[in-house]
Structures are given as C-alpha cells and as structure tokens.
C-alpha cells in the first residue's frame, strides 16, 4: 500500500508557493493527485469530468477534419489529454505559465497514462497565456500570426473569481475580442468555470462571438455524496 500523503514537490511561484500532493483516500481506496496554490486547491484528480468535457463539448462543435488546438493552463493535464483523444487533432499547444507545472509532467509525476510527451501532436509553452492572448503574435511562437481552430481555457476559477491579476481584462468584451483574433471563421472558444453559469459572461459571449451557451456538467462529489455542478462556456467566431 502507498504512502497516505506525500508532498512530491513545493516551489515558489510568481503568484505564490505550489505544490503537488498525493493522497491515499482510504474510503474509496485509492490514490489521488492534487496541485495547491497556497492554501488553495487548485485541481484535484478524484474531479477531472468538467475539465475533460471542456475539450469533448468543444470538439464536438467542430466538423472540420483537422483541428488546430490551443490549450490554455496545463494543470493536470486532462484538458489536453482529452482533446488529443480526438484523431482529428493535428497539432495542440498547451500554454502555462509555472515552470513547476511543466516540469512535474515532463518528469511522469502525474497519473495521467499515456503522459503528454508521448504524443507527438502535443507541445508545451511556458508562458503567460493572457499575455498571449492580447498580443498580435498569439500562440504559436515559430509561426506569429497563427490562428486555430480552438482555444480551450482553464486556468481561472470562474470570470470574476481570479488566480492572479495577471488575467488583466481578459473576461471583458476587449479581451475577449483580442482572443477572437487568434480563432478561424467558424472556431470554438471554450472556458472551464467552477461554478454554475454566470448569465452576464454568457450574454458577453454572445456579443463578441456571435454565438454562445453555457453547458452544466454535473458529477457526483464522493467526499460529500452529493452532485456538483460546474460549467463550460462555448463560444464560436461568427463565420466570415
């Protein structure tokens, strides 16, 4: 049996000290991998549903058959792994900004099997991603300019609930614009959210894509034997 708790590795952080945790859960006899900011729980592997749905629900929305994606926050990495399962996918870059992150799946740290690194389609950025965002070179660092076919992001708690003001005005109509660039005719904006719709950001969406809904994904919490409900956003760039 392993260890009931084990701190695998701590950093300072530019937006304070993280760490990666892994925890026996003796009532449901298993093993479960955590990522803590501060004294925040950032993500967790015993809750990963909304994350996955954020790329399923968004891939879903595109007929085209080979997709440029852009991952924004690497976490665990089941956002991406997610997308990669799609074989329409050509090419996925994930942007996060803490090298710790980075670094804990380059070293096969996390549960996730097959890691990132083996799929050759799959490349890692370490950057600011809302930074990106604004800027008129995007995301693609070899090739400014680029534009995909998706942005999936996933690194706030929700559009007003916010890691680090490093986030800026992203959420607004502005930032949201600046995000739009980056996105084909026809593409798919998805944002993950702990928490049930925001009406508001919804009806934002809707003003700067053209299109938007928000999808619950509801999944049951076994520390609490209770469902929980978040929420991703869909948004897609009106065609051209």
Known sequence: MSKLFEEIDYRETPIGPISLRRRR??????DIFEIILGD???????????EIALAKLGLADLEEKEL??????????????????????SSLIVVELLDAIVDWHAAGH????????????????????FALAKSVGGFDPDLPGRTFDAIFIDIDHTPDWLLDERSGNFYSEDGLLRLASHLRSGGIM???????????FTARLKQVFGTARAEPVTFNNPLQNKPFTQTVYLARKTLN
């Open 110 to 129: 996390l549960p996730l099997d097959p890691p990132l690194s083996d799929d050759p389609r799959c490349r890692i950025i370490t950057d600011d991603f």
């Open 40 to 50: 925040e729980h950032l993500m967790s592997s015993l809750f990963t549903a909304s």
């Open 25 to 30: 859960l003796i009532s449901l006899d298993i």
């Open 68 to 89: 440029d994606i852009v991952v924004g926050g690497l976490g665990l990495g089941y956002t991406a792994a997610a997308a990669l399962e799609d074989d329409r996918v």
């Open 190 to 200: 998805g944002l993950w959210s702990d928490a049930r719709e925001d009406a508001s």
